[in-house]
Nanobody, 115 residues
Framework: QVQLVESGGGLVQSGGSLRLSCVASGFSFSSYTMNWYRQGPGKERELVAAIGSPDSTGYADSVKGRFTIARDNAKNMVFLQMNSLKPEDTAVYYC?????????WGQGTQVTVSS
């Protein structure tokens, strides 16, 4: 059974930093591309960052240079380091993987950036 559990969200002032973590289980983690999505208030869910296997990465234009995605295959974890946060980064952030023809999601973690 695939499980994704996010943590690390919270309230931070504009310009601050947060590090999100996602623990994965139920699949061969090191073989899969892992993604971070977010959904802001009244907005559609959007892809923020992705990390392949091996560690190729990609980012949405809105977060390039501020966010960094990384993975630890020994611990089945993926991280999102978020620096220079802006109020428009406020959203629920979701860990995601596509396995066995199905999109898998965690429960999400709330990130709120105050101005």
């Amino acid at each position: 059974q695939v499980q994704l559990v996010e943590s690390g969200g919270g309230l931070v002032q504009s310009g601050g930093s947060l590090r999100l973590s996602c623990v994965a289980s139920g699949f061969s983690f090191s073989s899969y591309t892992m993604n971070w999505y977010r959904q802001g208030p009244g907005k559609e869910r959007e892809l923020v960052a992705a990390i392949g296997s091996p560690d190729s990465t990609g980012y949405a234009d809105s977060v390039k240079g501020r966010f960094t995605i990384a993975r630890d295959n020994a611990k089945n974890m993926v991280f999102l380091q978020m620096n220079s946060l802006k109020p428009e980064d406020t959203a629920v952030y979701y860990c995601n993987v596509w396995t066995d023809g199905t999109n898998r999601w965690g429960q999400g973690t709330q990130v709120t950036v105050s101005s």
